[in-house]
């Protein structure tokens, strides 16, 4: 989407690798062949990458105008959701090395350093850049995060009845079908100190789980953390870890994500003995990344071919960080 000026007869895009990184140029398509009034939109396949998105205006034959976007990642998307280790509350925060990681948040797609721009706590560190450095390093595809968790929440708090659904629902909304590859959630310690029973955690999340696979209109994949640690506490939280299994193993579209409740003292977690210090937050998201990795085996192979019809279409891909209809493009006739 974007805004031209003078009499022109249509616009066309292409995609440009930057420099360094992947990606598939490809020629100019026509995204507007009759346009009017001031304003123009249209939609063209991009294979995953990293690009600059060129468009450009043409009276004729004649190019009158010219604009580009850069930094527009077509790749994986995640949502993460849960509770204080799904959210800004490790220390310090983490910032990646790559620009491909991405974190979407009130004002589109951004970098993905912390603190994530959706999930609550304030300027706090999350595993969530970890694990994206480490998919891009392994797949070289620009990853996305839309983390919504909460700290100090519990699993019936995110019933479709709850006040924390609509975060969930509302990621799912940015996306749409088949938009991303699958939600992450790490929640569990809030439900140990409440003595929720395995049964009552498993009947909630998986309540949760049909719900955004309702919302989101296609069977996305679920990553469910083993996670209950809570200072001072036997550990594991047994019935919190047996309801996230019964999860795990009712549905063959749901994985076992992180295992964190080994992960204790200061080595790992910060003086409050419950939230990550910087080797725990990268430990964090680097058991996310093998968890992935085994349960997405070669998604780079195959990156966006949602049906696995062996063709990638624009309904494939979410293109995402400054978009065009999010930056916009200023096409001028001279």
């Known amino acids: 989407e974007g805004f031209f000026s003078g009499d022109i007869s249509q616009i066309e895009a292409r995609a440009v690798p930057i420099a360094g990184f992947h990606g598939t140029a490809t020629d100019w398509q026509v995204i507007d062949g009759a346009p009017t009034g001031d304003t123009f939109s249209g939609t063209f396949s991009v294979p995953a990458g990293w690009y600059t998105i060129e468009a450009r205006t043409l009276d004729g034959n004649t190019v009158v105008g010219e604009a580009s976007v850069d930094e527009v990642g077509v790749g994986e998307v995640f949502v993460t959701a849960g509770q204080s280790n799904s959210a800004n509350w490790g220390s310090p925060p983490i910032t990646p090395n790559d620009p491909r990681v991405s974190a979407y948040g009130p004002n589109g797609w951004q970098f993905g350093r912390d603190p994530q721009p959706i999930a609550d706590g304030t300027n706090g560190g999350t595993p969530w850049p970890t694990l994206g450095e480490m998919l891009v390093d392994t797949w070289d595809v620009p990853v996305g995060f839309i983390s919504v968790g909460v700290g100090g929440t519990r699993v019936d708090q995110w019933l479709p009845a709850g006040s924390l659904y609509p975060r969930l ?93 080994d992960l204790t003292g200061l080595m790992w977690r910060i003086s409050d003995l419950i939230h990550f210090n910087e080797a725990g937050l990268r430990e964090h998201g680097t058991r996310w990344w093998q968890q992935v990795l085994a349960t997405f085996a070669n998604p780079a192979a195959t990156v966006g071919d949602y049906n696995n019809d062996g063709t990638v279409t624009a309904a494939d891909y979410t293109v995402w960080r400054d978009t065009l209809g999010q930056q916009g493009l200023a096409l001028a006739a001279d």
Do not use: C
């Open 169 to 261: 629902q509302d990621a799912l909304n940015v996306v749409g079908p088949n938009g991303l590859r699958a939600v992450l959630w790490h929640q569990g310690e809030s439900d140990y100190i409440n003595g929720t029973t395995a049964g009552d955690y498993a009947s909630r999340l998986q309540t949760v789980i049909a719900q955004s696979r309702t919302d989101v209109g296609f069977d996305v994949p679920w990553g469910v953390a083993l996670a209950s640690f809570v200072p001072g506490f036997p550990n594991p939280g047994q019935a919190v870890i047996d309801g996230q299994m019964q999860v795990i193993s009712a549905d063959p579209l749901v994985f076992e994500g992180a295992s964190t409740d």
